[in-house]
């Protein structure tokens, strides 16, 4: 039981950890449900931020400097 509640557990936070990344948090945590959370978060990492992200992320930190 522990380790069900474990599996969704981490799940949620692959999805979360995508989402903030710029990726579909819903499918990335449904497919570490389905596989692995550690699958899921090595091929994460693997396929990184999504390109509007780091643009994004440039751009506030852009503004910060110009500040």
């Known amino acids: 039981m522990e380790t069900l509640v ?3 557990a981490f799940s949620i936070g692959i999805g979360a950890w995508a989402n903030a990344w710029g990726r579909n948090g819903l499918g990335w ?3 570490a449900l389905m596989l692995s959370p ?3 978060g090595i091929a994460l990492l ?4 999504t390109v509007e992200k780091k643009a994004e ?3 506030a930190l852009n503004t910060l400097i110009d500040e």
């Open 38 to 40: 550690l699958v899921a």
């Open 46 to 49: 693997i396929v990184g931020k």
């Open 29 to 31: 945590g449904f497919g």
């Open 6 to 8: 474990f599996l969704v």
């Open 57 to 59: 992320e440039a751009n």
